[in-house]
């Protein structure tokens, strides 16, 4: 068989992929928080026909022979970006301006379940910033999940006690808002301004390589790395972007860059669809040799 023929197929394979990355890309343009993916190829290993040769006294070096063998999938890259911000006015609706990632985590009985170090297991990671209050008044999304903070400590409300604590706001509270700092702060039924707890972020050595879990979650692999600082850290510190209250992240997937994209890989696929067709034909050809 040729190998050309082999090369065809490779080159349908990996921009079949392609197409399916852009394929999700373009099905959630207005999801919050989507990080849009990229596909990049490579090459693959080359036959060698003859090898490279070096000069002597009387003639010069020769160039090695060689003959590609196709093409494979090198990396499926989710960009990190900033979506643009769109305004809601709804207090629960938080966008993360710069870096930084939410930290999301299950719990019994009101406490995020924690480790003997104190931080939240199993934590899951997300830019969408699309919280509700449930009916004990703990900050959720819309899965459950508790949005992890801190939260006053009972001898001195101005200094943070556990860093797993989910965030609770009393149900009989007046009115609240959330400070850029990640601050939540409320009006008791006494006209006081109150702080409910502080919402703490976290970013990654190699943000590119979290895993996507789906439903806007990410979560830690050996590639990212432990989020740092391990247990968060508030907003507007350490590197870590402010919090915006009244916004929410949209996608950061650019249509017409992903139409363009599908554009390129439509005429790739039907251009390694006649490599196949016209090395078939010289088949035929050698076939009919011999009638």
Known sequence: MLRSMYSGISGLKNFQTKLDVIGNN????????????????????????????????????????????????????????????????????????????????????????????????GRLFSRAGNFYMDSRGFIVNGDGKYLVGTTPSAADPTIPSNPAKPIKIPTDAQS????????????????????????????????????????????????????????GAAPLTDGLGGVQSGFLEMSNVDLSEEFTEMIVAQRGFQANTRIITTSDEILQELVNLKR
């Open 26 to 121: 373009i099905s959630n343009v207005n999801t919050y928080g989507f990080k849009k993916g990229r596909t990049v190829f490579k090459d693959m290993i080359s036959q060698t026909t003859s090898g490279a040769s070096a000069a002597t006294a009387t003639r010069g070096g020769v160039n090695p022979k060689q003959v590609g063998l196709g093409s494979q999938v090198a990396s499926i890259d989710t960009i990190h970006t900033g979506g643009s911000l769109q305004s809601t006015g709804r207090v629960l609706d938080l966008a993360i301006s710069g870096d930084g990632f939410f930290q999301l985590a299950d719990g019994a009985g009101g406490s995020a379940t924690t480790d003997p170090t104190g931080y939240a297991t």
């Open 176 to 231: 609240m808002s959330i400070g850029q700092d990640g601050s939540v702060t409320f009006v008791d039924v006494g006209g006081n301004l109150r702080t409910a707890g502080q919402i703490m972020l976290v970013k990654f050595p190699n943000s590119g390589g979290l895993t996507k879990t789906g439903a806007n979650y990410f979560e830690k692999s050996p590639a990212s790395g432990d989020p740092t600082p391990l247990a």
